[in-house]
């Protein structure tokens, strides 16, 4: 899984990100905790805020799950959990997981948390253009919270960014494989961006990060975010399209040539297919293999479920200064 939920066991995670590097920009990427009512148990994820009161994460984040009811979330504005003070924290007053997400699969693997005040920034836009075969190679950039070692998956969620290429993409799904550089989402980026860079410097989200087949040399499955400009709207419309709209055209599929690396499924519940590519494959894809053995889930543990406490404490303690 991308995020182990709290109450499930809890082993240590390879750092968010794998072999990105920390960053100071994209403001618009939030830690997202979400706690149950009596704070001891609870997972986090990364979200984009879209507009001033909405912001974009996945399904799994923000569904009652894992043994616990998830009865808050917090939103959290900074660079990493140690920076941020009482400013830097909104409350979520709602969420809405899409109401036809399926855990096994991965599809609908989105939704939307709505913050109790509006913010102001600057907002990630998102990608409304579609895909074809011409961006199998491109990179999309990844950006998230998460553990920072292997060993303490407590210690301070910082935002890590990395540039992946595409590998393929499906009608609801978009995945990214980065043999080459080996670098690849984790436990604790879960519901962050997978963003769309355009040749003028911009960026936009293009698909929200849901699950990977094992964080160091596996790949990632996000959510199209184009496939569900639909459900987005029946909430809100006040968010910005990327100025990127000429639609691609689709050309004809060819047979796509994954080369000599083998996706390997090595993560979640330990059985996963060790053969992830198929050419007889009937998923559109014709040599990505997605199924229920894919990780799936917020990162959770100890630590996990010390964050909001910490913040809680925070805040509590500037609030009686």
């Known amino acids: 899984m991308l995020l182990l939920l709290a109450a499930q066991t809890f082993a240590a995670a390879p750092p968010p990100i794998v072999n990105g590097d920390t960053t100071s920009d994209y403001d618009e990427v939030v830690l997202l905790y979400m706690t149950d009512s009596s704070g001891r148990q609870g997972a986090t994820c990364t979200g984009s805020l879209i507009s ?4 974009l994460t996945a399904s799994h984040c923000v569904k009652d799950s894992g043994g616990f009811e998830i009865d808050v979330i917090y939103v959290i504005f900074a660079d990493s959990m140690n920076s941020a003070d009482q400013s830097d924290v909104v409350r979520a007053s709602d969420w809405h997981p899409h109401p036809e997400y399926n855990s096994r699969t991965g599809e609908y693997d989105i939704a939307l948390v709505k913050l109790s005040k509006k913010v102001e920034g600057t907002f990630l836009k998102i990608a409304g253009e579609g895909f074809s075969r011409q961006d199998r190679g491109e990179d999309f950039r990844l950006v998230g919270f998460g553990s920072t070692s292997d060993n303490d998956a407590s210690s301070n969620p910082k935002k890590r960014v990395a540039d992946v290429p595409l590998y393929d993409y499906e009608d609801l799904l978009l995945y990214t494989y980065d043999p080459e550089d080996d670098q690849n989402a984790c436990y604790g980026d879960s519901g962050g961006p997978m963003m769309r860079l355009y040749e003028d410097g911009t960026y936009a989200v293009a698909g929200v990060m849901d699950f990977v087949s094992g964080c160091e040399g596996g790949y990632l499955g996000s959510a199209r975010i184009d496939a569900h400009l639909d459900w987005i709207d029946g909430y809100t419309t ?8 000429e639609e691609p055209e689709e050309e004809p599929e060819e047979e796509p040539d994954p080369g000599d690396e083998d996706v390997t499924n090595n993560t979640g519940d330990g059985n996963g297919d060790d053969d992830a590519s198929d050419d007889d494959d009937d998923d559109g894809s014709g040599y990505l293999d997605v199924s229920a053995d894919s990780g799936f889930g917020c ?21 009686r200064r």
């Open 52 to 55: 001033e009161q909405w912001v």
């Open 238 to 245: 006040d968010y910005t399209l990327s100025t990127d709209e």
């Open 299 to 319: 990162q959770s543990g100890p630590a996990a479920m010390g964050l909001v406490a910490t913040v809680i404490a925070a805040l509590g303690a500037r609030r």
